[in-house]
């Protein structure tokens, strides 16, 4: 079993940064990747980043590419999702998952991740 828990979101102005951070508890092997997803209102739950237990390997979506960064602290159980250069689309709740190795083509799916935190909403004001 894992439970992931989100925090650091928050309103800010388009333009500003936040800095996500996911903490984790349980196996790791259900926590060898890590994964970003976000729901705007009204729409479906859309992927952001992912990488693997080492952080050797990145996956972003195109249209965060250049301004999200995606890491971890394995020390710490801790993935985080630093986000600069906020727009007022990147407006949505931001959901942590987890699964274990394998499948990187699985990772941009919600149906390829076994364990989901709640949320933490981010708010970008133009």
């Known amino acids: 079993q894992v439970q992931l828990v989100e925090s650091g979101g928050g309103l800010v102005q388009a333009g500003g940064s936040l800095r996500l951070s996911c903490a984790a508890s349980?196996?790791?092997?259900?926590?060898?990747?890590m994964g970003w997803f976000r729901q705007a209102p009204g729409k479906e739950r859309k992927f952001v980043a992912a990488?693997?237990?080492?952080?050797?390997?990145?996956y972003y979506t195109d249209s965060v590419k250049g301004r999200f960064t995606i890491s971890r602290d394995n020390a710490e159980n801790t993935v985080y999702l630093q986000m600069n250069s906020l727009k007022p689309e990147d407006t949505a709740v931001y959901y942590c998952?987890?699964?274990?190795?394998?499948?990187?083509?699985?990772?941009?799916?919600?149906?390829?991740?076994?364990?989901w935190g709640q949320g933490t909403q981010v708010t970008v004001s133009s």
């Open positions: 998952a987890s699964r274990g190795p394998g499948g990187i083509y699985m990772w941009p799916r919600e149906e390829g991740y076994e364990y």
């Open positions: 990488l693997n237990l080492s952080g050797s390997t990145t």
């Open positions: 349980g196996r790791t092997f259900n926590t060898y990747v």
